[in-house]
């Protein structure tokens, strides 16, 4: 296969898919994949059930996800960013097809029997939480769209083998279609210039990692950039030879990324 | 291409489409089709908004569908409904690709500009509600999963091509699908045994319709029936020899359908 990138972008405020769309509408070697937090926030305040969390001993901040809430989840994501993605992509030219991690069972994984949470300096153990851990890709499937002149438009949640939709994150989503691809690059966007020193400092840019000075860098991230480093680290032990973490609120920017602009881990 | 069949089914209350997906599991000779318009119903009351819907100056009844309504409608079908019949597929074995008629412009159509509505005995002219006319299906698209071992199931909205979601109406998405792909069958689920003479007896089914005497037996058709027929009708009219209206609560209602159980129109 010819060359080939992944491409990412995330639903929180400020991050102008947009642009990434228009950028990539002249383009054929991609998968797009997105996720869609803030989309997923909102219909589930707009149901009175307002979004819950769980943060990990070790700092990390997911979803709490109850039977309830994956069905928020995936018609928030699955429903309506991904036809929305989609539509936009049909109409700047692009032949896109959306797919959940269920379609074809493209991200098949198992759920995590119990999801250790901090809450008020104790450890709790969560049952009733479906997360899951995404084991493998269908990159079969993502391939014969992709060679026949489609693009792939890929979103959580994934799907256990007897058919329970699971809650896997989007970057690590990413993360692991690049390396079942064997893509040349992996296109993080978000809606700050790429890693900062100082969060609230767009001057502080980290511009390049060396992979191997990734542990001391993940010291640099905070929230939701935590699970971007980790989706990097994983994409690098994976074989795929760039990570770009970079801003979508710019024209061109997946040029703009591709040329190094952002943070460059490899 | 082999023998083909498109299955179509509803999301009305008492539809048990497990009963259907069980039977089709153990075939790849299909296709399937769904609606949902409970699931939609339900999701916009839990948001505070309740169902709206137009009557036609012939009496087809049909969502009432402003771009608020679109959302809800796409998070319900193609986010929930697809997603779940997908993993259920998949969990039974089949290799199920969900597809709702925006991904690669499967179900291709125009958003109509005005639509008249009846109400309270005047004819009023409704300008901003999302109805749509199905143009065009890509059935490549379809052909390309099903050539591959992978079965679509299919979903509306459809699409304009300026990427703007349309409301298409399920049994006619199935029925043109069928006349794209040239489907030998066209078989369309419900809740009760068939077309029946008296709406409340199921046991005034009727058995068999000849296509010629379809105009004078959709005098019987109520509701959702009537669209149905409209379905079969057009079916028909585009080659597809016959259409079988069939119940879904029985035991393997695939195969009954297909020995002639329910409503035949040929």
């Known amino acids: 296969m010819r060359t080939m990138m992944v491409v990412k972008i995330g639903g929180a405020d400020g991050n102008d898919a947009d642009n990434v769309l228009v950028d990539l509408a002249r383009r054929k070697d991609y998968v797009l994949v997105h996720g869609g937090s803030k989309e997923v926030d909102r219909l589930a305040e707009a149901l009175g059930r307002p979004p819950r969390f769980l943060t990990s001993p070790s ?76 084991e493998d890709v269908n990159d079969d499937l993502v391939r014969l769209l992709l060679s026949n002149g489609y693009v792939p438009v890929i979103s959580p949640p994934g799907v256990t083998p007897d058919g329970e939709l699971i809650n896997v994150d989007a970057d690590r989503v990413a993360s692991k279609v690049a390396v079942a ?26 511009p390049e990692i060396p992979r191997e000075q990734l ?52």
């Not at 690059?185 to 809606?191: D, G, K, Q």
């Not at 990570?243 to 943070?263: F, Y």
């Open 181 to 206: 691809l064997h893509a040349d690059a992996l296109l993080l966007f978000t809606n700050v210039p790429g890693l900062l020193r100082e969060p609230a400092d767009p001057a502080s840019l980290i």
């Open 59 to 134: 700092g990390v901040v997911s979803r709490y996800t109850d039977e309830e809430t994956m069905e928020v989840f995936t018609m928030a994501l699955a429903g309506k960013m991904n036809t929305q993605l989609v539509a936009r992509l049909q109409a700047l030219g692009a032949r896109a097809i959306g797919l959940s991690g269920a379609d074809g069972g493209l991200l098949l994984g198992r759920r995590k029997a119990a999801v250790r949470a901090v809450d008020g300096g104790r450890v709790l153990l969560v049952k009733d939480d479906r997360s899951g851990t995404l």
């Open 215 to 266: 542990p001391f860098f993940m010291n640099f991230a905070y929230g939701r950039m935590k699970k971007k480093l980790i989706a990097a680290k994983e994409a690098l032990e994976g074989g795929v030879p760039q990570v770009v973490i970079a801003s979508s609120q710019v024209p061109d920017p997946v040029e703009r990324a591709l040329s190094g602009l952002g943070t460059v881990i490899r």
